[in-house]
């Protein structure tokens, strides 16, 4: 019963793990941030948490390897206007507008019996020349000022953080690190809210990883 509940509220936490992308590469973690504790580390991907003061009072980090060439890794996770076609529960997601050094995005989620979740974020990327390779490392935060108003019947998630750090492994794996710090909107037990995020960001990798086998990202291999 406990396992079905999770799965209804899951959604909103698992829209929020489709947030994408962001700015400097040498980015300072944020005061009064804590250490990293292990969550869970299964199917090849770690998950860790901390606790952070605000109303998204924990952040999320995940870690794991994705079998293919960061170029494609980093063009899958870039192919914004695709995430509806691979992204569980993304029913839209649109450019706003795209700039120098990143995008400006809206994104509405669905779930079943929970209201919908959108929100509009800003995204940095920037890339590093590394060892057996290029990095790139991408950040983002809500900018709903700048998107569409709100809708009647969909939530407004007003707190939306994280970043994408990819970096080679080799000609063909890449090693993804995720972070997140979100509060998903409306009321959510806050058990629901942990157990359901883990479930949403192995989620999210399970979908990348198979989203990198398509042909249409053939030339970046």
């Known amino acids: 019963m406990l396992r079905r509940i999770v799965r209804i509220f899951l959604c909103p936490l698992l829209a929020l793990t489709s947030c994408w992308l962001c700015a400097n590469i040498e980015a300072a973690e944020p005061e009064g941030t804590s250490e990293w504790a292990s969550i869970s580390n299964s199917h090849d991907i770690a998950i860790y948490r901390r606790p952070r003061a605000g109303p ?14 960061i170029a494609v890794v980093h063009a899958v996770i870039d192919d914004v206007e695709a995430y509806s076609k691979f992204m569980p529960y993304t029913v839209e ?44 490392f991408s950040r983002w935060e809500t ?13 407004r998630v007003n707190l939306c953080q994280g970043s994408w750090l990819l970096e080679p492994l080799g000609p ?33 990798f399970v979908a990348i990883r198979k989203q990198v086998l398509d042909p249409k990202y053939a030339a970046k291999r």
């Open 143 to 155: 900018e709903n000022a700048l998107g569409p108003a709100e809708k009647q019947g969909v939530v």
């Open 56 to 69: 998204g009072h924990n952040e999320s980090k995940v870690v794991g390897e994705i079998a293919a060439p």
């Open 172 to 204: 063909n794996a890449t090693r993804a690190t995720y972070t997140i710090y979100t509060d998903s909107g409306g009321v959510l037990p806050a058990f629901i809210k942990n157990t359901g995020s883990q479930i949403g960001l192995r989620k999210m």
């Open 93 to 136: 997601c649109r450019v706003l507008k795209r700039e120098a050094d990143g995008v400006l995005t809206y994104q509405r989620i669905s779930a079943p019996f929970v209201s919908d979740r959108d929100y509009t974020v800003r995204v940095r990327t920037t890339t590093k020349t590394v060892e057996g390779g290029t990095s790139y």
